[in-house]
């Protein structure tokens, strides 16, 4: 056949279709490319709606609109069993291909559709998808998109979200179209981080902001956070000199901000006990609030005010604080976080000063708004703080919830993380939980001392002095609390309020028999209470005088005197210890009835508040009290008390004791409850121990006569 010759139409063969007719004929190119228009255009529909974030149809309808496609396109392109929709909603069946889609977006079109929804999504109720939608479509810096993001970080910051409103923060950061508003952003970003226990975080943001600008008013602002991280991550000399620096670089331009870096550089350093250096700053930051506009005087006036009571500079603080509480009564219900360290420390003032229902409404109100804003660091020192008031007026159950509450436990901040560790420890060695307050006391100290955390050092050394004193080691005792007192002369510290150490470390000496230096410390100690003066330096300042006292006589006034100053503020340790004190010098001076009823009033004490071993000394002592004076018993008892006491302590219950006394029951219960009354015992073991078993040569239980 030749090959250039066609064959006569005829003569083909047709092709058979696989379903025995004839192959159709090619669609006319128009139609195929209709039908694939169609079929993009509902994959293009169907890429839409997955990138909707509202679920809302009319939403959806209206994106389309603007990009010229409808949701009928879905069915024409045969794809519209995808999505389930129900009313004014619309979904996909199978949530993972909506993954898939997303994924599988082009950026450019991606970018299209989310700028399609950012236009229709302008209602309120929409302001979050509006915003992401927004960021989705932004090429680079955007100044709408960054407002929007930013918008949303400040609404996560009010209900306490710490960590969302980072994270926007950030985004809006990143979506900045200048260097200032980035900086900005980022600061927010690291507030927010601050305020949710985020520090590596925090940090990170407030670097880039910090070089992010050139402001000094700015840079000023963001030092003042930086220096509080260095405070509590590096320790108080770091933060000092970031403060006093920033402080010297912001002046020319403003001199309140100045004051304020110059009130932190003060409250730093009183950090690490140094009371003299800390008013040498606030004294400079007081003088540059009083050439300012006011806005730091308030601040550098109530931290001048503290460390005036602290460093024993009475008349000055009289004049600067009492306006300052006024002023503290009118913030307290408020919401502004820079009231928390005004209403902190007005607070502890009251703390020191023996106002303590006042002291707990402040830190009281510190630990609720911190609570509730999220502040985790704030709101654990304000705890803290209130479970030392609790401790002191005898609460010890609540102090030990609030000082071991997931709230303070779960600080990671170092510094905060240290005194809280350290103030654990002192309220197990008032327990007597030796192994628990000697591990937390060593390790507060271990990292406390190359910081110079001062504070977190004295307390630590307190816990440890406090527990050897309660088991009856004063020597171990005594090293400690010379530590103490070593830091508070060099750094004059003469607030007793502060911390309740003075009174232990006289004791301690005398114990160790160093009298010489317990009466040089006691004079110390005397001083500065004449400085400031409290209820409590005065009732255990005349408790070391009555131990040091040469005769029985001036113990006893100074012990009346002790007691007497007791009656006027409740603190149940100090007098519980004022009692086996007086109860010891009695014994030595052979009052054993006297010595008797005050360890019986000691122990009731002690075990009301859990001080196992300080109750264990005073049980000791009168265990051996009563093994070598037992007719001192027989002074309390009477006959017929005393053998019941007697059948009780060999063992008989109620019933086998009214059996063999020949009487009833209740009698047996009647005089019982007399023997415990007297005797100052609440069980039947502590009864054992408290009463000497008399034998057959010193006259058993009679059973021969009535007990009536």
């Not at 320790?235 to 670089?249: K, L």
């Not at 503020?569 to 519980?576: H, S, T, W």
């Amino acid at each position: 056949m030749d090959g250039g010759r066609q064959e006569p139409e005829r003569n083909r063969r047709v092709p058979q279709s696989g379903y025995g007719g004839r192959i159709r004929p090619p669609e006319p190119a128009p139609e195929r490319d209709l039908q694939a228009a169609r079929v993009e255009a509902g994959r293009r529909v169907l890429r839409v709606v997955a990138i909707d974030s509202t679920g809302e149809t009319a939403v959806v309808h209206a994106a389309l609109a603007r990009l010229g496609l409808d949701l009928d396109c879905l069915d024409d392109a045969g794809v519209g069993d995808s999505l389930h929709r129900t009313g004014d909603h619309i979904a996909f069946v199978d949530p993972s291909l909506r993954t898939r889609i997303v994924a599988a977006v082009p950026a450019a079109e991606g970018r299209a559709v989310h700028a399609a929804f950012a236009a229709v999504t302008t209602e309120r109720r929409h302001d979050v998808h509006h915003a992401e939608h927004l960021a989705a479509a932004a090429v680079g810096p955007d100044q709408e998109a960054s407002a929007a993001i930013a918008a949303l970080a400040s609404e996560a910051a009010a209900r306490g979200d710490t960590a969302a409103a980072g994270e926007l923060f950030m985004r809006a950061a990143g979506l900045s179209p200048t260097p200032e508003e980035r900086a900005g952003h980022l600061f927010l970003a690291g507030d927010s981080y601050w305020n949710g226990g985020e520090y590596t975080a925090s940090r990170a943001a407030f670097d880039a902001a910090y070089i992010g600008t050139s402001q000094p008013l700015v840079r000023a602002d963001i030092a003042l956070q930086l220096g509080q991280l260095d405070m509590y991550q590096r320790g108080p000399s770091f933060a000092r000199d970031r403060f006093v620096a920033a402080a010297d670089a912001v002046e020319p331009y403003d001199i309140d901000r100045a004051a304020m870096l110059l009130v932190h550089a003060a409250s730093t350093v009183m950090l690490s006990s140094d009371v003299v250096g800390s008013l040498a700053l606030v004294r400079r930051a007081r003088a540059l609030a009083d050439k300012g506009d006011g806005t730091a005087t308030i601040a550098a006036s109530l931290m001048l005010a503290f460390l005036s009571l602290l460093g024993g500079h009475i008349d000055d603080f009289d004049e600067l604080f009492p306006p300052l509480a006024e002023l503290a009564d009118q913030l307290k219900d408020t919401v502004i976080p820079e009231a928390d360290l005004f209403l902190q420390l007005v607070g502890m003032v009251h703390v020191y000063a023996e106002h303590w229902e006042t002291g707990r409404v402040y830190l009281g109100a510190v630990a609720h708004r911190a609570g509730r804003q999220a502040r985790s660091a704030t709101a654990a020192l304000a705890s803290a703080t209130l479970a030392e008031l609790c401790w002191r007026s005898g609460r010890w159950d609540e102090a030990w919830a609030l000082a071991t509450s997931e709230l303070v436990t779960q600080v990671t901040l170092t510094g905060a993380r240290l005194w809280l560790l350290a103030f654990t420890a002192h309220l197990e060695a008032g327990y007597g939980r030796a192994d628990e307050s000697r591990a937390h006391a060593k390790a507060a100290l271990a990292e406390s001392v190359p910081m110079g955390f001062g504070t977190a050092v004295m307390w630590s050394a307190h816990a440890l002095g406090l527990l050897e004193l309660g088991l009856g080691h004063p020597v171990a005792a005594a090293s400690h609390l010379d530590r103490i007192d070593a830091i508070a002369t060099a750094y004059e510290v003469v607030e007793p309020g502060t911390m309740w150490w003075q009174a232990d470390h006289v004791e301690a000496l005398i114990r160790s028999g160093r009298t010489h230096e317990a009466a040089r410390a006691l004079e110390r100690f005397a001083a500065s209470s004449a400085r400031a003066p409290r209820v409590w330096a005065s009732a255990t300042s005349a408790r070391c005088r009555a131990l040091l006292a040469p005769s029985r006589d001036e113990a006893e006034q100074w012990f009346t005197t002790s007691l007497g100053h007791h009656d006027r503020l409740a603190a149940p340790f100090e007098l519980a210890r004022t009692l086996l004190c007086r109860a010891e010098r009695r014994l030595a001076a052979g009052s054993e009835l006297d010595a008797s009823r005050d360890l019986n009033e000691a122990i009731a004490i002690f075990d009301s508040l859990g001080a196992e071993s300080w109750s264990a000394q005073g049980s000791a002592l009168r265990d051996a009290m009563a093994a070598a004076t037992g007719p001192a018993v027989d002074e309390l008892l009477t006959p017929a008390e005393r053998r019941v006491a007697d059948a009780v302590a060999g063992g008989m219950s109620n019933r086998e004791v009214a059996t063999s006394l020949f009487v009833s029951e209740k009698t047996v219960e009647f005089h019982l409850h007399n023997v415990y009354r007297k005797l100052g015992v609440h069980s039947r073991t502590q009864l054992v121990r408290r009463l000497p078993r008399r034998g057959p040569a010193d006259g058993s239980p009679d059973t021969s006569h009535s007990a009536g």
